[in-house]
């Protein structure tokens, strides 16, 4: 399936009908995206699967790349794009533009950009609460930190999500490439890491399957 389904505003769509209404994926990748977010001030952080990859160094297959940032900055990320790309708000079942004319956007909004109506999709930016400026769990509105206690940079200088942070975030969905991802990156964690995970699930998600399997 191309394209970040199972997000909204088409989860139930197949494929053919998915690309007839929305258009195609021609998703960036981790070696795209640091020449693509060059010149933007704000931080921002790769989600999801790639950031699992990077920590494991274990390949696997990818509908798209996620990238986030913190809902306050959606708007400098707006005029960054500027004339050269257009972002489009997702979410409530709808897919609409997101300009001056249009700034709505929730802070667990989410961004598709592309560069015209014609033209493929290539980013997918699931927007990250902030509170005060500050990195906002939105499974757990507890978990309040600055980016850079939640982040890493890598080798390829793409910063990530910490895997801990995306493990537990992966929880809530429980799909086959979730506990995939869990199955490579548990056994690489330390012992603090794994607790957090299981704290984090069981506050956030009580009684969630995980829990058992994570001792």
């Not at 001030?41 to 699967?49: A, C, Y």
């Not at 990320?77 to 929730?106: C, M, N, Q």
Request: contains cysteine; proline residues 9%; hydrophobic residues 40%.
């Amino acid at each position: 399936m191309n394209g970040p389904l199972p997000h909204e505003p088409a989860p139930q769509l197949d494929e053919r009908e998915f690309l007839r209404w929305y258009g195609a994926w021609e998703p960036l990748g981790p070696a795209e995206i640091v020449d693509f977010m060059a010149g933007f001030d704000r931080p921002w952080w790769v989600v999801g699967g790639w950031s699992i990859e990077a920590f494991t160094g274990v390949p696997r297959e990818h509908d798209d790349l996620d990238l986030s940032m913190l809902a306050c900055d959606a708007p400098a990320f707006r005029d960054f794009l500027g004339g050269r790309y257009t972002p489009w708000a997702v979410g409530a079942g709808a897919l609409r533009p997101y300009s001056r004319r249009h700034p709505d956007i929730g802070a667990d909004g989410q961004l598709w950009v592309r560069e015209h109506a014609g033209a493929p999709w290539i980013l997918d930016v699931p927007l990250t609460p902030d509170t005060d400026g500050r990195w906002t769990n939105k499974r757990w509105r507890e978990h309040v930190a600055p980016v850079e206690d939640v982040t890493w940079v890598a080798d390829d200088g793409v910063r990530y999500l910490l895997p801990e942070v995306t493990l537990m975030m992966k929880a809530r969905l429980d799909r086959d490439k979730d506990r995939a991802d869990l199955e490579v990156a548990w056994p690489l964690l330390g012992s603090a890491e794994r607790g957090w995970v299981r704290r984090a699930i069981a506050a956030a998600h009580p009684g969630h399957p995980w829990l058992d399997r994570l001792g």
